[in-house]
C-alpha cells in the first residue's frame, strides 16, 4: 500500500528532542496538523513547516486528539492566522474560553506556567468545528475518522487516516529505539476501565501504524496495544499495594518514581531518554491522577 507522506514535526518542548510531536499532511490548499503543541512551542513549529517550504498561514486545519496543555494550548493562535480547529465536544468549551484550564493549570505549575507552556489563546467561534463520535475530515484526497477513546481523558478522540491511528495520549507515551511505553495518568479524567475498553475498541480496526503524540509513527502495533494493556495491568498491581493504606501523597509520589527509575534501569534508557519520558509524562501528574481514580471509583464509600 502506498502511503499518503505524514511528517513528524519535533517541536523540541523545553529544547528536548522526542518529547511532543505535531503531524504534518500536505495537500493543495496547505498543510494539515494533528496537535497544535503548545503555545510555547509555535516557533519551533514554524520552523519545523519551513523546512518542507510552508508557515504558519500555510496550517488549513488542526485536528485536536484533546485539549490539554501539550497538544491543543497553540491551536487559538493558529486559528489567529486562518486554521480552523476540530475538537471533542466535551473539549469545545474550553478552547472557546480557556480561563478555567488555565487557571487550573496555574495552580499546578505556578510561575513555570508561561515557560512551560505560553499563551493559550481563545479559539473564535467560527475557527472552531466540534466533532460527534465517527465524524469524518475530509480535504481533498485526505480523510480522517474521529473515534471516541476515553481513559486518558473524556474528551480524547483517535484520528483513523488510512491504515495510521494518531493516537494522543490513550495511545500512550513511547519514544522511539526501546521496545517500552508508559501511560500518561493526569487528573482529572483517568479511568482505567474505559482506558482498557479504548484499546480494545482500537485493536477490531486493524490499523498498521500508529502514531502517538509522544512520540514518532511506529509499524509494531500489535506489540503496541499489548504494551498498553500490560503498563495498565501493572498500573492496576501498583494501585492495590500502594493505595489501601492512604499514604500521603508524597510518599506516593515517592514510591511512583522508584517504579518508574526500576523501569528505566531495566530498558536500559538513555539519560536523555529518561527525560524525554519526564517531560512528556510528568511522573507527579500521573500520581495526582492515580489518586483522584481511586478515590472516586475504587474506595468504598461510606
Not at 514554524?46 to 488542526?62: E, N, P, R
Not at 493549570?105 to 460527534?132: C, N
Not at 479504548?198 to 512520540?215: C, E, G, Y
Not at 507527579?284 to 474506595?299: H, I
Request: proline share 7%; charged share 20%; aromatic share 10%.
Amino acid at each position: 500500500m502506498d502511503h499518503t507522506p505524514i511528517h513528524t514535526l519535533d517541536l523540541n518542548f523545553q529544547g528536548r528532542p522526542l518529547a511532543i510531536s505535531s503531524y504534518m499532511l500536505e495537500h493543495s490548499g496547505g498543510v494539515i496538523l494533528v496537535e497544535s503543541g503548545p503555545g510555547s512551542t509555535v516557533a519551533a513549529l514554524g520552523a519545523g513547516l519551513k523546512i518542507f517550504g510552508y508557515d504558519l498561514k500555510d496550517i488549513t486545519h488542526v485536528l485536536l486528539t484533546h485539549i490539554h496543555l501539550d497538544h491543543a494550548g497553540a491551536a487559538g493562535e493558529l486559528a489567529g492566522y486562518g486554521a480552523q480547529i476540530y475538537v471533542h465536544p466535551n473539549g469545545a468549551a474550553h478552547m472557546l474560553n480557556p480561563a478555567k484550564l488555565i487557571n487550573s493549570a496555574t495552580r499546578i505549575y505556578g510561575d513555570r506556567m508561561d515557560t512551560l507552556w505560553g499563551q493559550f489563546l481563545a479559539v473564535p467561534e467560527d475557527k472552531l468545528t466540534i466533532l460527534q463520535d465517527g465524524d469524518e475530515v475530509t480535504v481533498g484526497n485526505l480523510r480522517f475518522r474521529a473515534l471516541n477513546t476515553p481513559g486518558h481523558a473524556e474528551h480524547h478522540y483517535c484520528y483513523q487516516f488510512e491504515d495510521l491511528c494518531f493516537s494522543g495520549d490513550v495511545g500512550a507515551v513511547r519514544i522511539p529505539g526501546y521496545p517500552y511505553l508508559r501511560v500518561p495518568m493526569p487528573p482529572p479524567e483517568f479511568h482505567l476501565e474505559k482506558w482498557r475498553e479504548s484499546i480494545a475498541f482500537l485493536k477490531k480496526q486493524s490499523f498498521k501504524r500508529i502514531a502517538p503524540t509522544h512520540f514518532g509513527i511506529f509499524e509494531d502495533v500489535s506489540w503496541h496495544f499489548k504494551a498498553i494493556e500490560s503498563a495498565l495491568d501493572d498500573v492496576e498491581v501498583w494501585l492495590n499495594k500502594n493505595m489501601p493504606a492512604d499514604p500521603p501523597v508524597e510518599i506516593l509520589k515517592e514510591n511512583f518514581s522508584v517504579w518508574m527509575d526500576e523501569q528505566a534501569i531495566k530498558q536500559g534508557l538513555d539519560p536523555k531518554v529518561a527525560e524525554a519520558y519526564q517531560l512528556s509524562n510528568p511522573i507527579g501528574m500521573s500520581v495526582d491522577g492515580l489518586v483522584r481514580y481511586w478515590k472516586k471509583f475504587r474506595m468504598p464509600q461510606a
